[in-house]
Structure formats: structure tokens, C-alpha cells
């Protein structure tokens, strides 16, 4: 409860605030629009890097803590602060949406209300990230799918298979109501856990001091595991993630695959395996047999996909499966790769969908068979697609070489089988980024693409960026480890101690 | 008798009556606009004055109660007929004939629905409620060229007719076992009669439920409903939707708590059945409808399923969650109402496909179209979220049973979701069928944006709409 400037309600009030602002800006004003959203993003990556440094490792525990009286009637405030675990995650969440609103500045069609939908699903992420009070956890959760709709309906795209057409609509339906219906096991479980603590309050740390009968985590647990799990990707509910986010405008697919498919994950740890660790100790084992079919099925389904876009959607599901089979170690090496597995995922995936919408907005196709050779058009693009791929199949040197070894050793203590099973899931990734580069970008030019030209500034910017924090997690992991493992510890201290 | 208690009531049977009379003294073509500004104003007078009136009591014989109950109720419906008089102006002028008759109606509907919340006697309460219908059966078939509005006058009448039967059948049994009409005194009667009239008495509330859940559109006494919301002038559905319905669980809620609480263990599996059936039937044929109003018209239907469900383990702390809901219900449904007058005004449109292109042609209602509809839908930011949480945590309160039902509560409130985004899919991606801002006029857009800030206002800061309704279901007096 240090005083002093209130950084975390600065931050979650700088989204919404840009919204309401450009409300008021008109429609036809697109530089003041821009520069007005190009403002906003700044000051919410310094601001998340402010965050990220204002946490302090040594002290660990729940930091930078403010409280806001709202409904004492439900004994509701709004509580923030932020751990080791939430503070990465909103540093990733500014450099995702600092580069997601780059990429976006070449959005024409009513570009108002998209940013004011992209702001208001950031103010959500930020949200989730820093409540320690149920009730606003669950409340910003909400608010980060509430956009997606129009933001996918409006400005996305639709994929022609040929024999069928996919289309944004049917992408954005989907999403939302496949996200949607993961709410109302939350929603069910978060009224039983309140009734049940008895303590007349939302607050988490509250929460946590109650006990719950083994019986009662043994029913309420799944819920929390499977409702947030479906924003993460779960397997067998992830078929939203590859339509949803194909469908989705670029900054929409980097945000939403990099940043809100961590929001579920961070709901499993945050709020299922902090109240409830006999649940999630007695589920474990489900959720690992779940998340080895993430990996395994959602790298063996990229392999098999014809279209670009949806060979990083499909990515994304196998390596959330690395998430949370992380989780699923229950062992403090694995929840440590798991979290920083969020962050690399992260940034990777952003830098993916950022290169793919480089490429769709100029060919107006997908089709990975109809590229070859684009490395002659762009060595840019080739390279860092490259780079985001070998960051995908795990090598050294890069952020997702750390984060699956944690995650496999965690694994190996307890699960060997496991832990080779997600060892196959990465050589699988190998096989289908190594041909999906193979073809369309090395190989014979196809002369139909010769006119195609690189990123413009603002996408080289953002993709340049992206590229460094992947080079930083995966030579400099000490830059976020020690927060991690301290925000880690003191989650499985109270983890382990229950089991 | 001393009068003064109920002051704010005379003040609206005067302000009846001065509509009326203008009407009247104005001349045969001159322009009648300015009737609804008398209205309105007339309105903010006698909101204005009920605030700030702290007269509290009960007329001779218990009849009617002022209690701080009241008083919620005697500010919240006053505040909707404002906005429904609002909504009215521009389509009044446009589209009906007979200005003066149609507000004067809407303030005598006014009087009717207050009197419905301060009722504490069988006689009293039914009165009030049947002199509400009056008014009602009139303005739904207000626009009389239109045939719909026509059919919907006539089904209104009729099926409502039906149900004041039942109602008042109900009521005489009840009469006839406990020996009296006052709530205190039935439910005292209650709670020393006779077992063996237990079969009587269940009649009884069957009859009242069924006469009652008429007026809620509970299912299965929901069939008036989507062809009145329909046909009616849009404004009137307004009034309907939310006015009528408001006072019609206000009246609800006071009789079964303070009257026949000790009979709860009879009622409530009948009230949960009603639940559960009109949330569930409400939001699936939703989905199939084409018409914006219809489509309002059943998710209307199965939001009264939500609040039936706190009715069903009637206590303080439900009552006070319903009404919450109910007020958060009142804003986003009128502000819906709002956007879909201010566009028909202008189109004439009120089918999904007519809906195709909002946001291109009139943004701000696209806009206050989608804060509504995602406030009922229970979306975050807005009202409905933190209300429905509310209501549901105090329904679950109740055991696991009710938790179960909260369950189900739950997965149909994101269904709902699925039909509201269908009109959004419409105002937002849809292409407008021809091109043009339109120009909906300056009292509408007022009206929409104070709307649609009231909705944010509920969603973002629920607080002091949590402490008034809280203080005014203290007052009441439920026994059980």
C-alpha cells in the first residue's frame, strides 16, 4: 500500500479515456484520429513499462496496490495490483498494442470506431491483468471479448476455400459466442465461490483465505479450468481461435492471439488454481491429457492448413497447449516456462499475424501454394518471418527456446511421456514452418507477385520491435525470470501447500 | 381526510386533466406540439415535487401506503413517462392524430402505475391495474389507419380482459378464505388458517399468478405480447415495456410479500416454474424474429424470467436485486425503444433488414442501439452486467438448487446475445439500402444521449441506485 502516483488506474484509465476522447473527434478527421490513438499507445507502453519496472522482484507479493470503494453491497472494489506474474503480461500487452495500433494506421474504413472498439478490448486486457477483485476480473474479462464482434464483422476479411467461402461473419459469431458460452461456467463458479467463502467480499486475497471443501473445488475447479480455458485455446473448444482470428483484422488477430488468449490462461492461475488448488491438483492430469492435444493436434492441423493465415491460428492453439501443459506440471519450473511461455507467445504471434497482413493487404490472398520466392519482393519480411518461426519451433537464442525447456523439464519430473509428446508437438512446429517458408517465400518467384513490395514504415516499425523483444526473452530471459518466479513461488507455495 | 399524503397523485390527475382541457380550448388546426412540452414539464413538476415530498403514512383503512416503497416508485415511473413523452413528440406528430387524448392518457397511466406500487389492499391494487389497461387498450390502438395497431388494440383488450377475470377470481377465493382484502390482514389470516384450505388457497394463487403474469408477459401468459409490442405505436410499446412492467413488479412484489408471503412454500414452485419457462422460451423464438420490436417484445419476455426468478425466493435482498435490474432494465430498454423511434421517424423501417446500414446513416443511434442491446445482453461497461450479477448472487444466496437455476439464467443470457448481435450485424455491417446521414432532430438526440449515459451511468457506478432501492425495500413489510 505504497502512496504515491496511482500507476495502475493511470493505466487502465488511459484505454477508455482515448475512447471517450475520440468520440468526440469527427469521423473525417483521420490524422487527428490517428495521431490522437498513435498517443494513446505511447503512453500506454511507457506506461506498461513503468509497470513492468515499478514491480520489484526482491519484495515480490501483490505491488503497486490501490483500492477504490464501489459496491459494498457485494463487498466490491476495485482492487488493483500487479505480481510477478501480471506484470510481464501487461509489458507484453503495451508492446502489443503499441505495435498492433502502428500496424492499424493503415485502417481506412471508419477508422474512429475501430480504434475506440481496439481501445476499449485494451482497457479490458489491462484490466484483467491488474484486478485482484473477482467481480472486476470477471467485468474487464467481458469487456475484452464485448469488441470482438464488430471488430472482426467490420474490418475483417473473409477466406475463400474454393468450394466454400468462410466469412468474417461467420468468423465473428463464432468467436464470440464460442467465448461467451466459456463465460457462464465462470460466471456460475464465481457466484458459488463468493456465497461459499462466506466473507462478504470479491476481493482475491479474501477469497483465498477462505476454505472450500474438497468436494466443493472438485466440482467448481473445472469450471474455472475449462471457461477460461476456452479463451486459451483449450482443446476440444479452440475451433474459435483459428476462424476467429483468420477472420480478424491484423492488429485485431495480433492482439487477440497475442494478448487475450493469455487472459484465459491467466484466469486458470489466477483465480481457478489460487482458490482452488485441491481442484486443480485432482484436475491436473485432465488438463494435461487436453493441453498434449492442443500441442500435438494444433501443430499436426497447421501442417495441413492451405492458407497462411490459418497455419499461425493453428500455431497459436498448439503453442497455448505449451501454456497450459505448464500449468498442468504443477511443478514451479513448468508454471515458470508456462508464464514466460504467454510472453514469448506472445510476441511472436503478433510478429506473425503483423507479416501475414503485410503480405494480404497487397496479394488479397492466402493461399500458401499460390506464393513462391516473396523473399525476392521483400528480404524484410522473409527475415523476420523467419525469425518468428524459429522463435515457433523453439531454437536457442530465442524467447521460446526458454520457455519450452522450463516447460519440458517441469513436464519430465513427473509426466516423461508427456513432456516427449511436446517435444514431437515442437518438431512438428519445425516441419510446418520450415515448408511453409520453403514455399512461399524462397523456392521459384511466382512473376504474379512481382509488384509486391515490402512493409511501409509504420509495419516495419512494429515488426522491428517485435523482432528485438524476441531476441531480449530469449537472450536475456534474467530481464523477466525474476519477476516471474517470484510472482510463481508465491502462487505455488499456497498450490503446493494445499496439495 | 387529509389529502396531503397523497399529493403527487392529485398533482398528476390535475395535470390529466389541464392536457386535456388545452386540448380542448385549442382550435381545430393549430399545432398540438406543444402539448407534449406540457406534458413533459408537467411531469418534471410532479417528479420534482415527489422528491422532494417526505410525507409518509397510509390513507384510512390501509388502502394505500406511503412508504419509502412508494416513493421509489412515485420518481422511477414519472422519470420513464418523461422519456416516453419524449420518444412521443416527433412520431405523435408525424404519425397520430388526437394529440391531446394521447398524453393525457399517457399522465393517467402514470397515476395508474404509481398507484399499482403504493397499493396495500386487494380492491385498491386491482383498480389501479385496471385503470392502467384502460389506458393502455386505448393507446395501443392509437395509430387507427394501421390495421397491426388495430389488431393489437383488440388483442389487447381481449386477453387482457381474460386475465382481470382470473385475477379477480383469484381474488375472491382469497377473499373468501381469509375474510378480507388488506395485505397485513391476509397475510395474518395466512399464517393461522386452516390446512384443510390449502387446495382453496392454491387456486387462489394459481388464479392470481396467472392473472398477474399477463401483465409481467410471463410464459405462458406471454401470447399478447409480441403482436401488442408490434402493433402499437412504437412510443406506447415504450410505456409497455417498461412503464407497465415496472409497475406491474412493483405491485407483485408488494403483494406476495407483504399479503402472501406465508403461502410462499405454494406459490414459489409455480413463480420458478414461470421463471424458467420465459427466459428460456423468451430468448430462443428471439432468435427467429425478424422484427426489431418483436424481437424486443421476447427478449422482454424472458428478461421478466429473470426477475420472476428473484421473485420466486421473494426476500429483502431479492426484491431489492430485482428492482435494481428493473431500473437497469428501464433505462436500456428505453434507450432501445429511443433508437428504434428516432430511426423509424426518419425510415419507416423497423425490420432487421430495414436496420441494415444504421451506423453509416446515424451513427449516434447505431450507437445507443448497441449499448443498449449489450446492456441486455448483460455486457460489462453497461447496466445490465452489474445488475444481473447482483440479481443472480441473490438468487443463488438461496441454495444450490437456486444456483442451478442462476445456471440456467446464465447460459440464457448469453444466448441472448446471439439475437442482439444479430441487429448490431445489421446497423454495422449490413450496407444501407440508400445513402444519406439522416437528421433525427434535436429533442431525440437529447434524449438518446441521456439515455444511453443513464445505461453507462447504472453499468459504471451502481451505487447510489443500490442504497435508494435498498432503503425502499427496507420499508417494506414482508412476513413469511
Known amino acids: 500500500m505504497t502512496p504515491g502516483f496511482p500507476l495502475l488506474s493511470t493505466l487502465l484509465a488511459t484505454p477508455f479515456l482515448i475512447a471517450v476522447a475520440l468520440f468526440f473527434v469527427p469521423g473525417r478527421a483521420r490524422t487527428a484520429i490517428h495521431w490522437l490513438s498513435m498517443a494513446g499507445a505511447t503512453v500506454m507502453l511507457l506506461l506498461s513499462i513503468a509497470v513492468f519496472l515499478a514491480f520489484a522482484p526482491a519484495t515480490g507479493g501483490f505491488q503497486l496496490d490501490e483500492q477504490y470503494a464501489w459496491l459494498p453491497q457485494l463487498g466490491i472494489t476495485l482492487h488493483l495490483a500487479t505480481d510477478g506474474i501480471a506484470a510481464p503480461l501487461v509489458l507484453l500487452t503495451g508492446v502489443v498494442i503499441f505495435c498492433g495500433t502502428l500496424v492499424s494506421l493503415k485502417v481506412t474504413h471508419r477508422p474512429k470506431d475501430y480504434f475506440i472498439l481496439l481501445f476499449t478490448l485494451v482497457g479490458g486486457v489491462y484490466g484483467t491483468f491488474l484486478s485482484l477483485d473477482l467481480f472486476f476480473l470477471f467485468f474487464f474479462y467481458e469487456i475484452a471479448v464485448l469488441p470482438m464482434y464488430l471488430l472482426i464483422g467490420v474490418w475483417g476479411s473473409s477466406t475463400d476455400f474454393g468450394t466454400f467461402l468462410r466469412t468474417k461473419e461467420y468468423g465473428a459469431m463464432k468467436l464470440t459466442l464460442v467465448l461467451v458460452a466459456g463465460s457462464i461456467p465462470v460466471w456460475v463458479a464465481i457466484i458459488a465461490t463468493f456465497l461459499q467463502a462466506g466473507a462478504g467480499s470479491m476481493d482475491l486475497p479474501v477469497l483465498a483465505q477462505a476454505t472450500y471443501s474438497r468436494e466443493f473445488q472438485l466440482v467448481f475447479y473445472p469450471m474455472f479450468m475449462i471457461g477460461f480455458g476456452i479463451l486459451a485455446g483449450l482443446f476440444p473448444f479452440h475451433t474459435w481461435s483459428p476462424d476467429g482470428h483468420v477472420a480478424a483484422p491484423t492488429a485485431v488477430s ?56 490459418y497455419v499461425i491460428g493453428y500455431s497459436s492453439v498448439s503453442h497455448m497447449g505449451y501454456v497450459l501443459m505448464g500449468f498442468a506440471s504443477m511443478s514451479i519450473v513448468g508454471v515458470n516456462g508456462a508464464v514466460l511461455q504467454m510472453v514469448s507467445h506472445g510476441i511472436m504471434t503478433a510478429l506473425f499475424f503483423t507479416l501475414v497482413g503485410v503480405v494480404y493487404d497487397q496479394a488479397h490472398t492466402r493461399l500458401i501454394a499460390s506464393f513462391g520466392g516473396l523473399a525476392q519482393q521483400s528480404k524484410l519480411v522473409a527475415v523476420m518471418f523467419a525469425i518468428a518461426g524459429f522463435a515457433s519451433l523453439g531454437l536457442p537464442g530465442l524467447s521460446g527456446f526458454v520457455a519450452e ?82 510472482g510463481v513461488a508465491s502462487l505455488m507455495s499456497t498450490v503446493l501447500g494445499a496439495g | 381526510m387529509d389529502l396531503s399524503l ?293 427478449s422482454s419476455i424472458s428478461q421478466a424470467g429473470y426477475l420472476l426468478l428473484a421473485l420466486a425466493v421473494l426476500s429483502e435482498s431479492t426484491a431489492t436485486a430485482a428492482l435494481i435490474h428493473l431500473a437497469g432494465y428501464a433505462v436500456t430498454n428505453l434507450a432501445a425503444f429511443a433508437c428504434v423511434i428516432a430511426y423509424q421517424n426518419q425510415t419507416g423501417k423497423e425490420d432487421l433488414e430495414g436496420f441494415a446500414g444504421m451506423a453509416e446513416r446515424a451513427p449516434l443511434l447505431a450507437f445507443g442501439m448497441a449499448v443498449a442491446l449489450f446492456s441486455l445482453a448483460g455486457m460489462p461497461l453497461f447496466a445490465g452486467f452489474v445488475t444481473k450479477f447482483y440479481l443472480f448472487i441473490a438468487v443463488a444466496q438461496n441454495g444450490a438448487l437456486w444456483l442451478g437455476l442462476v445456471g440456467i439464467a446464465v447460459v440464457n443470457s448469453m444466448i441472448s446475445l446471439y439475437y442482439y448481435l444479430k441487429v448490431l450485424k445489421a446497423a454495422y455491417i449490413g450496407t444501407p439500402a440508400e445513402a444519406g446521414r439522416l437528421s433525427i432532430g434535436p429533442v431525440l438526440s437529447v434524449t438518446v444521449v441521456a439515455l444511453v449515459l443513464l445505461v453507462f451511468a447504472v453499468g459504471l457506478y451502481p451505487y447510489p441506485l443500490a442504497t435508494i432501492i435498498g432503503a425502499a425495500t427496507d420499508a417494506l413489510r414482508f412476513r413469511f
Request: hydrophobic residues 55%; charged residues 10%.
Open chain 1, 254 to 309: 495480433m492482439l487477440h492471439a497475442g494478448v487475450l488468449m493469455k487472459l484465459g490462461a491467466f484466469g486458470i492461475i489466477r483465480v481457478g488454481m489460487l482458490l482452488m488448488p485441491e481442484g486443480a491438483a485432482a484436475w491436473a492430469p485432465v488438463l494435461l491429457v487436453l493441453a498434449t492435444v492442443n500441442v500435438v493436434y494444433g501443430a499436426l492441423s497447421a501442417l495441413g492448413q492451405t492458407d497462411l493465415k
Open chain 1, 405 to 486: 525447456f522450463l516447460i519440458f523439464v517441469g513436464l519430465f519430473e513427473r509426466y516423461p511421456l508427456f513432456g516427449a509428446l511436446g517435444i514431437a508437438g515442437a518438431a512438428i512446429t519445425a516441419v510446418y514452418i520450415l515448408r511453409l517458408m520453403a514455399t512461399a517465400f524462397f523456392g521459384p518467384a511466382n512473376p504474379k507477385w512481382a509488384t509486391l513490395h515490402g512493409p511501409n514504415r509504420s509495419e516495419t516499425l512494429a515488426a522491428v520491435i517485435l523482432c528485438a523483444s524476441i531476441f531480449a526473452v530469449g537472450l536475456f530471459p534474467s530481464l523477466l525470470m525474476p519477476a516471474i518466479s517470484v
Open chain 2, 6 to 298: 397523497v399529493q403527487p397523485e392529485l398533482l398528476l390527475v390535475v395535470l390529466a386533466f389541464v392536457v386535456l382541457g388545452l386540448d380542448l380550448l385549442m382550435g381545430r388546426g393549430s399545432d398540438r406540439a406543444v402539448l407534449g412540452w406540457v406534458t413533459a414539464f408537467g411531469l418534471v413538476w410532479v417528479l420534482w415535487f415527489s422528491v422532494e415530498q417526505t410525507l409518509l403514512g397510509a390513507l384510512p383503512g390501509g388502502v394505500y401506503r406511503v412508504d419509502l416503497y412508494t416513493h421509489l416508485f412515485r420518481a422511477l415511473i414519472p422519470l420513464t413517462s418523461i422519456f416516453v413523452v419524449l420518444l412521443s413528440m416527433q412520431y405523435v406528430t408525424k404519425r397520430l392524430k388526437h394529440a391531446g387524448e394521447y398524453y393525457g392518457l399517457i399522465v393517467l397511466a402514470t397515476l395508474a402505475m404509481v398507484l399499482m406500487a403504493g397499493s396495500s389492499e386487494l380492491i385498491t391494487a386491482y383498480i389501479a391495474l385496471e385503470t392502467l389497461n384502460f389506458c393502455l387498450y386505448v393507446l395501443a390502438s392509437y395509430d387507427k389507419p394501421d390495421l397491426r395497431s388495430n389488431e393489437a388494440g383488440v388483442k389487447y383488450i381481449v386477453l387482457s380482459a381474460l386475465a382481470s377475470a382470473l385475477l379477480l377470481y383469484g381474488i375472491s377465493f382469497l377473499y373468501g378464505i381469509t375474510g378480507t382484502t388488506s395485505y397485513a390482514a391476509i397475510s395474518s389470516a395466512l399464517t393461522a388458517a386452516d390446512p384443510a384450505l390449502a387446495g382453496g388457497l392454491t387456486a387462489a394463487l394459481l388464479l392470481i399468478l396467472a392473472g398477474l403474469g399477463f401483465k409481467l408477459a410471463a410464459v405462458p401468459f406471454h401470447a399478447w405480447t409480441p403482436d401488442v409490442y408490434e402493433g402499437a405505436p412504437t412510443p406506447v410499446t415504450a410505456l409497455i415495456a417498461v412503464g407497465s412492467k415496472t409497475a406491474a413488479f412493483a405491485l407483485v412484489i408488494r403483494l406476495f410479500g407483504e399479503a402472501l408471503g406465508p403461502a410462499a412454500y405454494l406459490w414459489q414452485p409455480a413463480m420458478a416454474l414461470l421463471a424458467v419457462a420465459s427466459m428460456t422460451y423468451g430468448n430462443l423464438v428471439a432468435m427467429q424474429q425478424t422484427n426489431v420490436k418483436r424481437l424486443l417484445a421476447y
